[in-house]
């Protein structure tokens, strides 16, 4: 499956100074699949961390 944002995140795997990829957008439109794919073709080692499905990783609520 050919996505336009592939091309972008080869732009900030290959810029010079990059900063963590963060990727949000719209429930159900292809955000882990094309994040998967990218790790798996352009990456020696990956990690992703889901911060919904995973609630180890998510900050208490504030009061």
Do not use: C
């Amino acid at each position: 499956m050919k996505r336009t944002i592939y091309k972008k995140l080869l732009e900030w795997k290959n810029a010079a100074a990059r900063s963590p990829l963060i990727l949000k957008g719209t429930r159900q439109v292809g955000k882990s699949y094309i994040l998967q794919a990218f790790g798996e073709n352009d990456f020696s080692d990956y990690h992703t961390f889901n911060f919904e499905k995973d609630k180890k990783l998510s900050l208490p609520p504030r009061d």
